[in-house]
Structures are given as structure tokens and as C-alpha cells.
């Protein structure tokens, strides 16, 4: 069975920092994704980044990139130059590929400081 | 365009009633899963739709939780007799299917956050 650990439960960071959010992951699929979504205080999952398990170069999106380490088995957010509005919930999560459901972790709370 | 959205936004009941939650997925997106979310929990997979069918219900509690998605697009979560552990935060979430490969990225609405008191 699959299983996303996140070991922080909150996080905080001074304004225009950056920030490395921890995920370590447990499956014995070689096909697999990984996922990190935002949730902010109004409740809605914001999907933010994905990296496949065949993908050679870490993902990036704007401010996001995913540390992918395989061999550790952990993909790790970070966060550049942070800013007041990225304080929110942060999920970790895999599936087997295709439409197979996400498999969550308990979410690190990043708590940006001005 | 429209994302996923799901009604009502919050929904308040005693416990023994019966509830439905509604979600209405991105157009033209064939999969259609639902999740809930406890207090101070990432979201538990409860079951997947790919269509009509329902590909894994084996996230379901138990047989008071049932769904269904008639014509492959919106869908209704059905609880019957609920219990104050039912209160939670239910996620609907909608993706794309490829034909080959790939993973899907899901998308969610903004939840129906459920009180059975």
C-alpha cells in the first residue's frame, strides 16, 4: 500500500525567503505520480506541481520546484521567494498512475511572516 | 473556464437524516472521484467514477455511503441515517483520462463541509 509521510506540521518563514517543504513517499509501484496542493483557509485543494516517477528533471512551476530523490524516495517542495499570500495548508500526495485515487499526507501548515 | 463545484457549500443535519451532496465536475472531465477530509487531516478517498460506473468504491466507510453519476457528469454522494462522525469536509475532484499512459492531475471544488449534530 502506498503511504505519504510529511514530518512537519508547521512551518514558518520570514517574507521573500525560501522554503522547503518535506514529503517522503512508500509504494512498491515503479509507475507512479507525485502531487503537492495548496489549501488555504476557504477549504479548496489548489493543485500546484507533479512529477512522474520517469521524469529525469525535477519539476518546476513559477515559484514551485520539486526536489525529486528517488533512491530516498522524496519529493519535497520548495518554495522561492515567499509571499504573505502563500500561507495555507500544504499537501503532499501520490497515485499509481492513470485515474488511481490520491494518497495524502497530514499536510505541513506554512505560516508566511512580513 | 468553470472548475469543479460542489453544492451546498455547507450543510448542517441531525443525526438518523438523510443527506446528498452534489458535485458537478469540469466539462468534459470523465473522472470523477470523491474524498473527505477530517479536522486536521489530508483528504481520504472515498470512491472514483470513470463515466457512469463506479470503477473503486473501496474507500466507502460503510453501506450508508452510496453515489452515483447517471449521464457521466454530475454526481451525487448519498448518506443515509448519518452519525456525528460523518461530519467532515467532502471533496469532489475531477480529471481527464489518457488514453495511454500518464497520470491524471485531479481538480478539486471547494468541498461541502458537513455538520451532523
Known amino acids: 500500500a502506498q503511504k505519504i509521510t510529511q514530518t512537519q506540521p508547521g512551518m514558518f518563514v520570514q517574507e521573500k525567503e525560501a522554503v522547503t517543504l518535506d514529503c517522503t513517499y512508500d509504494?512498491?509501484?515503479?509507475?507512479?505520480?507525485l502531487f503537492w496542493y495548496k489549501q488555504p483557509s476557504s477549504g479548496e485543494m489548489i493543485f500546484l506541481i507533479y512529477?512522474?516517477?520517469?521524469?529525469?528533471q525535477n519539476a518546476t512551476e513559477g515559484r514551485y520546484s520539486l526536489n525529486f530523490q528517488k533512491a530516498r524516495k522524496s519529493a519535497n517542495l520548495v518554495i522561492s521567494a515567499s509571499q504573505l499570500g502563500d500561507s495555507a495548508m500544504y499537501f503532499c500526495?501520490?497515485?499509481?498512475?492513470?485515474?488511481?485515487?490520491?494518497?495524502f499526507g497530514k499536510g505541513t501548515r506554512l505560516s508566511v511572516i512580513a | 473556464g468553470a472548475g469543479v463545484s460542489q453544492t451546498p457549500s455547507n450543510k448542517v443535519t441531525e443525526k438518523g437524516k438523510y443527506v446528498e451532496l452534489r458535485c458537478d465536475p469540469i466539462?468534459?472531465?470523465?473522472?470523477l472521484y470523491w474524498y473527505r477530509q477530517s479536522l486536521g487531516q489530508g483528504p481520504e478517498f472515498l470512491i472514483y467514477?470513470?463515466?457512469?460506473?463506479?470503477?473503486?468504491d473501496s474507500g466507502l466507510p460503510n453501506d450508508r455511503f452510496f453515489a452515483v453519476r447517471p449521464e457521466g457528469s454530475v454526481s451525487t454522494l448519498k448518506i443515509q441515517r448519518t452519525e456525528r462522525g460523518d461530519s467532515a469536509v467532502y471533496l469532489c475532484?475531477?480529471?481527464?483520462?489518457?488514453?495511454?499512459?500518464?497520470?491524471?492531475?485531479?481538480?478539486f471544488g471547494p468541498g461541502t463541509r458537513l455538520t451532523v449534530l
Open positions: 512529477q512522474g516517477s520517469y521524469d529525469e
Open positions: 467514477f470513470q463515466g457512469t460506473g463506479a470503477a473503486d
Open positions: 509504494t512498491s509501484d515503479q509507475s507512479y505520480g
Open positions: 466539462s468534459g472531465h470523465t473522472a
Open positions: 500526495a501520490m497515485s499509481l498512475g492513470g485515474n488511481t485515487p490520491l494518497v
Open positions: 475532484a475531477s480529471s481527464l483520462t489518457f488514453a495511454s499512459g500518464g497520470t491524471d492531475t485531479q481538480y
